[in-house]
C-alpha cells in the first residue's frame, strides 16, 4: 500500500473523529454551568437587556440548533469570536500554537533524547548500578509536580543563583520581538539576524523546556527499558543466540524491534504532555495555547474552549499521522499487512 | 573406539540466587548427566516436566542465562570440552557446528526480517567471506530441501505470513543451512497439529540421516520417542534414570519410572499425566541422597539410601536402580 493511499484512508478516519470532538465540546461546555451573557451585557445591564444579548448570541436556540450553526461556521473556518478579547477565535489559536509547540517539541525532543539512551542503556543491562540509578531518577521525575518544578526551578536559578531571566514571558522586557515568520522568537530572531533577541528568547526557553523534558523523560526512560526488556526477552532474540549471530547483530535486531513502540509511546507523550505544559505556561507566563485555553475554561469563554479543545483533537490527530507514518517507513512490514 | 560426536560427562547445572533474606540459595537442577551421542544416530531426551530435559540442551549449547550455571562437568563436542571455551569461540560453533531447533517456531523468528534473509543471516555470521548470492542460492536451496513450495517466492515472505509448521520447517532450514554436526530439537512439534508433527518429524529424520548428523530430540511424547529416535534417555530430577537403545529400554524398562512414564502413556497420549499417577518431583533445593526417585518408588527399600549405580542391562542398555534386572520377572 503506497503511502498516498494510507494518507487518504487515515485522513477519511479523522472526520468523523474531529466531528464527535465538536459535539462533545460543545455540549460540555453548554452543560458547565457558566452563563456569559451576564458578564457580555454588564453590570448595569437589566433583565431586558440580557435577554436582547441572549438573542443576538443565538443562545435562546434549542442546543442542537445552536450546535449545526457552530457547526456550519467551523466548516467555513470561522470558530467565533471569543466573548473576553473579542478577537476571532482561529486568529487566537494560529497566534498561539507556535508558542506552545516551542515549549513542547523543545521539552519533549530533549526528554526523549535523553530518555531513550538511558532507558536503552538500562534495559541492556537490567539491575546493574546505571539501571538501579536510571530507575530512581525516573521514579523523582514521576513523582514531582510540574508546577512546582518550575517554581523550584525559578527560585533557584533565577532567585537564588541569577543565572537564568526571571519567567516572565518569551522575551526580555526591554527587547522588541523579531518580526514574525514561524511565530518562534528564537527561530525567527537567527532568521532576521538579531541575536539579540534570539539570545534573550533562548534564555527565556531554558527553564521551562528543561521542566518539561525531566517531565518527559522519566515515562520516557520507564517505557523505553520496559518494552527493550521484553524484546530482549523475546523467543527470536534467544533463538538469534542459539544461531550464534554475534551481539552486536543481536542488539541491532534488538533496537529495530523496539523502535516501533519507543516511536508510538513518544507519540502518546508528546500528545498527553500539552495539559501539562499549560500549567509551565502559566508558572513562566508564557502566554501559549494552553495559558489561554485555562483562561478561556476558568472565564467561561465558550468559543475559545471550544477552540482550544479542537486544536488539541488536531495535534493529536497529527501526531499520531506522523508516528504512522514512522512506522511505516520503521516497519517493512506495515506496508504489506495493511 | 572414534571419539563420539557429543559426550556430556557428569554435567551439574545449577541455579544459583539469593532470596529476600539475602541467603544464597541453590538448585541443584541438573544432578550428573551423563550420555554421548554418534554422527547418524537421533537420540530420544523424555521425562516428566521441569526434570532437566530442556536444561541439558541449553547447557550443551552454552545457552544458560544467570542464575543458571554449570557447575561441573565437561560437554566433549568433537573431543574439544564446550564448558571450557570461551564463550566467544561457543558462539562461533553455534549456529554453524551444532544447532538448535525450538518449540515455538514462529516466535522465534526475528518479526522484521524475511526468511531468506535470515537464512542468509546465519549463514554470513559464521563466514563473512560469503557473497550474497551465493547465500541467498543457498538459502532457496535450503527451504525447498525442507519441502516448502515455492521457495524463490517463500524466501521473500515475512515471519507473520507463515503457519506453524511453516515457520518449524523454516527453522530446520535456519539450523541446517550451515551443516552443522549436532541438531538439538527441543519439543520441535509441540503446538503443531498431529498430521503436520509427522510430516515434521519424517523431514527431520531423513535430513540427519542423509547428513549423518547426530541429534537430540526433547519431547514429552514416548511415541515420538519410539518412531524417530534410536536410543533413549530417560531423565528424572536432573539424572539420567536409564537409557539405551529405544527398542531395549521400551521392550525391557528396568528403572521403575521408566515403567511408570510407559504405564502412563496409553498410545500417543502426552506425558505431563504422570505426575497425578505419582507425587511432586523432588524438590531441588533440597534434594535427598541416594536415589532420588525413592520417594514417589513402589520398590523403595533401604538400599536406596544409596546413590544407585549404573547396572549394565547388555546392548548399551543401562538403569541406574539397586534392583534394575530383579524387578524384571513382575514387569508391566
Redesign the interface.
Known amino acids: 500500500m503506497s503511502v498516498g493511499r494510507f494518507l487518504v484512508r487515515r485522513l477519511l478516519l479523522v472526520l468523523p473523529l474531529l466531528l464527535g470532538v465538536l459535539f462533545f465540546t460543545f455540549m460540555l461546555v453548554r452543560l458547565s454551568g457558566q452563563d456569559p451573557t451576564a458578564k457580555i451585557a454588564g453590570p448595569t445591564a437589566t433583565a431586558a437587556e440580557i435577554e436582547l444579548v441572549r438573542a443576538q448570541l443565538g443562545l435562546d436556540q434549542p442546543l442542537f440548533t445552536q450546535f449545526l450553526i457552530y457547526l456550519g461556521r467551523v466548516v467555513q473556518a470561522d470558530l467565533g469570536r471569543s466573548w473576553v478579547s473579542q478577537q476571532p477565535v482561529l486568529q487566537d489559536v494560529l497566534e498561539r500554537v507556535p508558542v506552545t509547540l516551542e515549549l513542547l517539541l523543545w521539552g519533549v525532543g530533549i526528554g526523549a533524547l535523553v530518555g531513550i539512551p538511558v532507558g536503552l542503556r538500562a534495559a541492556f543491562r537490567p539491575d546493574g548500578a546505571f539501571d538501579q540509578i536510571s530507575r530512581f531518577v525516573s521514579l523523582l521525575g514521576f513523582s514531582t509536580p510540574t508546577y512546582w518544578l518550575g517554581l523550584v526551578m525559578l527560585l533557584v536559578f533565577f532567585y537564588l543563583l541569577d543565572l537564568a531571566p526571571p519567567g516572565m514571558g518569551r522575551l526580555s522586557l526591554m527587547l522588541s520581538p523579531p518580526p514574525r515568520i514561524t511565530g518562534s522568537y528564537l527561530i525567527d530572531g537567527v532568521i532576521a539576524g538579531d541575536l539579540e533577541a534570539a539570545h534573550s528568547a533562548f534564555a527565556q526557553l531554558v527553564l521551562p523546556v528543561l521542566c518539561i523534558a525531566i517531565i518527559s523523560a522519566a515515562p520516557i526512560i520507564k517505557q523505553t527499558r520496559a518494552i527493550t526488556l521484553e524484546v530482549l526477552a523475546?523467543?527470536?532474540i534467544?533463538?538469534?543466540?542459539?544461531?550464534?549471530?554475534?551481539p552486536a547483530?543481536i542488539r541491532r535486531?534488538a533496537l529495530?524491534?523496539a523502535a516501533t513502540p519507543v516511536v508510538t509511546f513518544l507519540g502518546t507523550e508528546l500528545t498527553g504532555l500539552v495539559g501539562t505544559t499549560a500549567l509551565i505556561e502559566y508558572v513562566f507566563a508564557w502566554g501559549g495555547l494552553g495559558q489561554w485555553g485555562l483562561n478561556a475554561i476558568i472565564t467561561g469563554d465558550f468559543a475559545a474552549v471550544q477552540g482550544y479543545v479542537l486544536a488539541l483533537a488536531l495535534f493529536s490527530v497529527i501526531v499520531f499521522l506522523l508516528v504512522d507514518l514512522a512506522v511505516l517507513l520503521l516497519?517493512?512490514?506495515a506496508g504489506?499487512?495493511a | 573406539m572414534a571419539t563420539p560426536l557429543l559426550d556430556v560427562r557428569d554435567l551439574h547445572t545449577h541455579f544459583i540466587a539469593r532470596n529476600l533474606d539475602n541467603e544464597i540459595r541453590t538448585a541443584r537442577a541438573l544432578n550428573g548427566v551423563s550420555f554421548s551421542l554418534d554422527g547418524g544416530k537421533i537420540l530420544g531426551l523424555v521425562g516428566e516436566t521441569g526434570a532437566g530435559k530442556s536444561l541439558t540442551a541449553l547447557s550443551v549449547?552454552g545457552?544458560l542465562r544467570p542464575p543458571a550455571r554449570v557447575v561441573a562437568g565437561q560437554v566433549l563436542f568433537e573431543g574439544r570440552d564446550l564448558i571450557a571455551m570461551p564463550p566467544e569461540e561457543v558462539?562461533?560453533?553455534?549456529?554453524?557446528r551444532m544447532?538448535?531447533v525450538?518449540q515455538?517456531p514462529k516466535?522465534?523468528?526475528?518479526?522484521?526480517?524475511r526468511i531468506g534473509e535470515q537464512l542468509v543471516?546465519?549463514q554470513r555470521?559464521?563466514d563473512p567471506a560469503l557473497g550474497q548470492a551465493e547465500a541467498t542460492a543457498r538459502a532457496v536451496a535450503m527451504l525447498e530441501a525442507v519441502g516448502i513450495p515455492d521457495p524463490q517466492r517463500r524466501a521473500r515472505a515475512?515471519p507473520?505470513?507463515l503457519s506453524g509448521g511453516m515457520a518449524q520447517r523454516v527453522?530446520i532450514a535456519?539450523a541446517l543451512v550451515n551443516q552443522p554436526r549436532l541438531l538439538i530439537a527441543d519439543e520441535p512439534t509441540t503446538g503443531l497439529d498431529v498430521t503436520v508433527q509427522a510430516q515434521i518429524l519424517d523431514l527431520f529424520r531423513e535430513l540427519v540421516l542423509a547428513n549423518g548428523i547426530g541429534a537430540i530430540i526433547i519431547t514429552h511424547d514416548l511415541g515420538v520417542v519410539a518412531h524417530y529416535c534410536d536410543d533413549v534417555a530417560v531423565m528424572f530430577a536432573g539424572t539420567i534414570i536409564e537409557h539405551g537403545p529405544v527398542a531395549a529400554v521400551f521392550g525391557q524398562p528396568a528403572h521403575p519410572y521408566t515403567r511408570a512414564l510407559i504405564a502412563s502413556t496409553p498410545e500417543r497420549l502426552v506425558i505431563g499425566r504422570t505426575r497425578t499417577t505419582g507425587a511432586p518431583p523432588p524438590n531441588l533445593y533440597a534434594l535427598p541422597t541416594g536415589c532420588l526417585y525413592r520417594d514417589r518408588c513402589p520398590h523403595a527399600a533401604p538400599d536406596c539410601a544409596e546413590p544407585p549405580p549404573g547396572r549394565a542391562m547388555g546392548a548399551g542398555h543401562i538403569a541406574h536402580c539397586h534392583f534394575a534386572g530383579r524387578l524384571a520377572e513382575h514387569a508391566a
Open positions: 523475546s523467543d527470536y534467544r533463538y538469534a543466540r542459539a544461531q550464534g549471530l554475534e547483530m535486531m529495530r524491534n516497519e517493512p512490514r504489506t499487512r | 549449547m545457552l558462539n562461533r560453533l553455534r549456529g554453524a544447532a538448535m525450538v515455538s516466535s522465534s523468528l526475528d518479526p522484521l526480517s543471516r546465519v555470521a559464521h515475512w507473520h505470513e527453522l535456519l
